[in-house]
T-cell receptor, first 114, second 113 residues
């Protein structure tokens, strides 16, 4: 299985809601990533987890809270988001963080904040 | 921090022609340069990559060249086909307490049949 899956595919939420994005991979990868991609822009790194520990946080606002419950799962908890947070949220994984490796991307969750 | 510039932003070619996309990076410590293709509604997919100890790499119709001195790298697609139409991102990876991948702005490639 060489796939990264993300749920849900689409999410619409109000500014007072709490929701979570989920990402799963079964390739045995030990590095997992969250990216944010606005329309017609490149992916921007948000968080990196290495061996289930947070290793990079790109100064992301605290209304985004990542969680890595085990080596196959990555969550992104959302609370009190703003309309400008509307974007495609991409999850990726790679064998490890410390070697130069291809990142495998999921299809993303398209988030709309009203 | 690392900055990756990518040109052109849009490229339109006739089927069968070649397409070239160019990128420059700023941090000489970058040592891994992947190229990703993103189709509509999908996440980016790696199409080719090159490491800093290699000057050129080829995979069928796709080739990448790297000039470390000039901090340039380029993607070459020969015999383009309509299914090559997509957004292409170059990227540079740098170790800053963990490897970060910085993407270029992207090139929207249109291949006309």
């Amino acid at each position: 299985d060489t796939e990264v899956t993300q749920t849900p595919k689409h999410l619409v939420m109000g500014m007072t809601n709490k929701k979570s994005l989920k990402c799963e991979q079964h390739m045995g990868h030990r590095a997992m990533y969250w990216y944010k991609q606005k329309a017609k822009k490149p992916p921007e790194l948000m968080f990196v987890y290495s061996y289930e520990k947070l290793s990079i946080n790109e100064s992301v606002p605290s209304r985004f809270s990542p969680e890595c419950p085990n080596s196959s799962l990555l969550n992104l908890h959302l609370h009190a988001l703003q309309p400008e947070d509307s974007a495609l949220y991409l999850c990726a994984s790679s064998p490890t963080e410390t070697l130069q490796n291809e990142q495998f991307f999921g299809p993303g969750t398209r988030l709309t904040v009203l | 921090g690392e900055n990756v510039e990518q040109h052109p932003s849009t490229l339109s070619v006739q089927e069968g022609d070649s397409a070239v996309i160019k990128c420059t990076y700023s941090d000489s410590a970058s040592n891994y340069f992947p190229w990703y293709k993103q189709e509509l509604g999908k996440g980016p997919q790696l199409i080719i990559d090159i490491r800093s100890n290699v000057g050129e790499k080829k995979d069928q119709r796709i080739a990448v060249t790297l000039n470390k001195t000039a901090k340039h790298f380029s993607l070459h697609i020969t015999e383009t086909q309509p299914e090559d139409s997509a957004v292409y991102f170059c990227a540079a990876s740098i170790a800053t307490g963990g490897f970060k991948t910085i993407f270029g702005a992207g090139t929207r490639l249109f291949v006309k049949a």
